[in-house]
């Protein structure tokens, strides 16, 4: 069993910048692939990066693409989503997500364990 937890939510200016933290226990963190998904009030939870096992595949939709980059440190069971260029539409609450499907998918069911999620508040 994989214990998530998000942490770096708040509020931040558009334009301004956010750096997340997914900090995993209970599990073999380098042998999941891992995701950031947002969702906002009244909306469906949506893919915003995903990142391999190794670290070395990225994936990003066309909507955060050049503005979000995610990292992780296997040494530290830690994911990173930095958040650049923020917009007022990037307001949600973040979850981290880890799974043993496809890497870099953006289905929620491929995703076995699922933190708690962190709130973001972009103003303008």
């Known amino acids: 069993q994989v214990q998530l937890v998000e942490s770096g939510g708040g509020l931040v200016q558009a334009g301004g910048s956010l750096r997340l933290s997914c900090a995993a226990s209970?599990?073999?963190?380098?042998?999941?692939?891992i995701a950031w998904f947002q969702q906002a009030p009244q909306k469906d939870r949506e893919f915003v990066a995903g990142i391999s096992r190794s670290g070395d595949g990225t994936y990003y939709p066309d909507s955060v693409k050049g503005r979000f980059t995610i990292s992780r440190d296997n040494s530290k069971n830690t994911v990173y989503l930095q958040m650049n260029s923020m917009k007022r539409e990037d307001t949600a609450n973040y979850y981290c997500?880890?799974?043993?499907?496809?890497?870099?998918?953006?289905?929620?069911?491929?995703?076995?364990?699922w933190g708690q999620g962190t709130q973001v508040t972009v103003s303008s």
């Open positions: 997500a880890a799974g043993r499907g496809p890497e870099g998918s953006v289905w929620l069911r491929t995703y076995e364990w």
């Open positions: 209970g599990g073999s963190f380098s042998r999941y692939n």
